[in-house]
T-cell receptor
Framework: GAVVSQHPSRVICKSGTSVKIECRSL??????MFWYRQFPKKSLMLMAT?????????EQGVEKDKFLINHASLTLSTLTVTSAHPEDSSFYIC??????????FGPGTRLTVL | DAKTTQPPSMDCAEGRAANLPCNHS???????VYWYRQIHSQGPQYIIH???NNETNEMASLIITEDRKSSTLILPHATLRDTAVYYC????????????????FGQGTILTVHP
């Protein structure tokens, strides 16, 4: 299967700071990447869909100015959580796909905001 | 995309087959059935997917009923490392009909494999 990586795997930051999470497709070119968030004991919730070279499409209720997504190349997408607050603490997971192909997921990033 | 219904939890003895059911009674003709699993604190792992025919790969088998309203994921010889949350997801074409879009995760089935 295809390999997707995320960096960092875990991050702790102070309230009010911004945090950037990287998602990379290592062995294929990803035309579309997705960002999910998962709270403890809950299922994954889609935050946004990102196509290379275009603006991300955000799900209802997700603030685009708070969760900045950049998909600058076919192998890299970044999610920046701006002015993070404790309620943003969560498990952030990306996935990547080649158009109609299967989605492959990264290992996730655990964000803790103090 | 059609909704799915899965039992919240199941147990299985190590070495035995684990049969995980999924109901998707409102599935439409161009929608695929996907299975993923998530081991604690990791990203979901793709297992298998199918449209109409039964499918098998190195991880599992997928049995889809003839009317496509339900399916069963079979792990032929479960091991302790198969303990995870298993998600059955129906995935269809996007609004424009040009590509298969997002996955909508339900609560899944917590499979516990015990010695």
């Amino acid at each position: 299967g295809a390999v997707v990586s995320q960096h960092p795997s875990r991050v702790i930051c102070k309230s009010g700071t911004s945090v950037k999470i990287e998602c990379r497709s290592l062995d294929f070119q990803a035309t579309t990447m997705f960002w999910y968030r998962q709270f403890p004991k809950k299922s994954l919730m889609l935050m946004a869909t990102s196509n290379e070279g275009s603006k991300a499409t955000y799900e209802q209720g997700v603030e685009k100015d708070k969760f900045l997504i950049n998909h600058a190349s076919l192998t890299l997408s970044t999610l920046t959580v701006t002015s993070a607050h404790p309620e943003d603490s969560s498990f952030y997971i990306c996935s990547a796909t080649r158009s109609t192909d299967t989605q492959y997921f990264g290992p996730g990033t655990r964000l803790t905001v103090l | 995309d059609a909704k799915t219904t899965q039992p919240p939890s199941m147990d299985c003895a190590e070495g035995r087959a684990a049969n995980l059911p999924c109901n998707h009674s409102t599935i439409s003709g161009n929608e695929y059935v996907y299975w993923y699993r998530q081991i604690h604190s990791q990203g979901p792992q793709y297992i298998i997917h199918g449209l109409k025919n039964n499918e098998t790969n190195e991880m599992a088998s997928l049995i889809i009923t003839e009317d496509r309203k339900s399916s069963t994921l079979i792990l032929p010889h479960a091991t302790l490392r198969d303990t995870a949350v298993y998600y059955c997801i129906v995935r269809g074409l996007n609004a424009g009909g040009t590509s298969y879009g997002k996955l909508t995760f339900g609560q899944g089935t917590i499979l516990t494999v015990h010695p």
